[in-house]
């Protein structure tokens, strides 16, 4: 999500690389003052708990999981069963007191997935029942774009979000993340996750409350998610992995291999790397994680935002190697979360830089995990993180067709990042 419990700065995902060391001005927002009505985010996830039925004790976690199973009766049959919701309903207001609470600096608690999933819990509140008979899971983060390229790590946050669409088993949920600095709030972020809804044991699909849209304004938000999935439905449907490349990028490959060839030899083998450039093998990095119970959710899983801290942190660090300087993260881009994570699980993720553009570049984060006892190798993300650099770095050229498909499908989320900011 950005989040597993901790963000270890603003988010590991995002302040780790961000933070200046400066202590900035004005840094204690005044609408965090003591005794402000809004929610904080150290009551973020005590509301989810109460939402869902959760606890922190082990014990107790796993009997409240055990009782979510009769809630299953208060599934509605169809989606004409339950009562429209507005956008007012979901959304949430929460803050993050860095500046007003010193002694948060050294924590950095990642609240965005606790954030998020109370948005979208908020929308299926059920009055009755006094919490949410579904469980809602994460399937997508459709894209996070950076705003500023500082964090600073004792000004006062804020989180705010909204459900902007819904269908019938899934929701998409807007959040926007600002900081108090010199006098006045400043954008950071931009957020859009698809979630879904479950039952309560979290084994099939389950309706979801149909969404009231009160003014022209929330038409047009909702008309936007309605154009983010029919997006969604055609970027799957092109993927290379499904079709073969367009003309336009079956000519670009071609010249990538025409500009190696080696002139003395004119040789289909023969390969010689261009000038400032770097061959696409050379520029990988892996890492290995043990997914220890600490990093589970409430559904007793590993924690999303942990695998995005992780898979951030070695295409960061990825980055890093094959620019020679820190990078600035731009975008983190369409993120499907394909299977769940056990607790126990060995982590693989492999890090790639895969297309490179001026001063940008593009890694692809690959995660999957290993089951020791059938050595199975099964994929659990695919992650996409542009970056900005401050200085000239070679191009990435690929060498065999597998990894030109790689350089064709990073140019297409550079590309589909770079319009999304204009």
């Keep these: 999500m950005f989040s597993p419990r901790a963000l270890k700065s603003a988010s590991s995902l995002m302040c780790r690389g961000f933070f200046t060391g400066q202590m900035c001005r004005q840094g204690k927002a005044p609408d965090m003052a003591e005794g402000n009505t809004f929610l904080l985010v150290s009551n973020v996830r005590n509301r989810l708990r109460e939402i869902v039925g959760a606890s922190t004790n082990w014990k107790d976690h796993q009997q409240a999981l055990a009782e979510r199973a009769s809630l299953s009766q208060n599934l509605a049959k169809s989606q004409d069963e339950l009562p429209a919701k507005t956008m007012k309903d979901s959304a949430i207001e929460a ?29 299926t509140w059920n009055k009755e029942l006094k919490r ?5 899971v994460t399937a997508l983060v459709d894209k996070i774009d950076m705003r500023k390229n500082i964090i600073y790590p004792d000004c006062d946050i804020k989180f705010t979000g909204h459900v ?27 957020a859009t996750f698809v979630m879904v809804a479950r039952d309560p044991e979290n084994k099939r699909a389950a309706f979801i409350n149909p969404l009231k849209l009160e003014s022209p304004e929330e038409e047009a938000i909702f008309q936007q998610g309605e154009i983010n999935k029919m997006r969604r439905v055609e970027l799957s449907t092109a993927s290379l992995l499904k079709v073969a490349p367009t003309a336009e990028e079956r000519t670009l490959v071609h010249s990538l291999f025409l500009n190696t060839l080696d002139t003395r030899t004119v040789s289909f083998r023969s390969r010689v790397l261009p000038p400032n450039s770097m061959w696409m093998e050379d520029a990988k990095m892996k890492g290995l994680e043990i997914c220890h119970p600490q990093e589970r959710n409430i559904f007793n899983r590993i924690f999303g935002g942990f695998l995005m801290r992780k898979a951030y942190e070695l295409g960061w660090a990825n980055a890093c190697a094959f620019a020679g300087g820190r990078p600035t993260l731009v975008a983190v881009d369409d993120i499907v979360f394909r299977k769940p994570v056990e607790i126990g699980s060995l982590l693989l993720l492999s890090s790639q830089v895969c297309y490179t553009e001026g001063i940008h570049i593009q890694v692809r984060v690959h995660t999957e995990v290993l089951d020791p006892l059938t050595r199975q190798h099964n994929t659990t993300n695919v992650f996409h993180f542009t970056f900005r650099v401050e200085k000239d770095i070679p191009a990435i050229v690929p060498q065999s067709y597998g990894e030109s498909m790689l350089y064709l499908d990073g140019k297409r989320h550079f590309d589909e990042t770079m319009r999304s900011q204009g």
Excluded at 132 to 136: F, G, N, Q, R, V
Excluded at 170 to 181: G, L, T
């Design 95 to 123: 803050h993050l007191p860095l500046g007003t609470q010193p002694a948060l600096r050294e924590k950095y608690l990642n609240y965005h997935n606790s954030v998020r999933l109370l948005i979208c819990y908020s929308h």
């Design 132 to 136: 949410s008979p579904l469980s809602i």
């Design 164 to 190: 902007t669409w819904v269908g019938k088993t899934s929701i998409e949920a807007k959040m926007h993340m600002s900081q108090y600095h010199d006098g006045a709030y400043t954008d950071v972020l931009d």
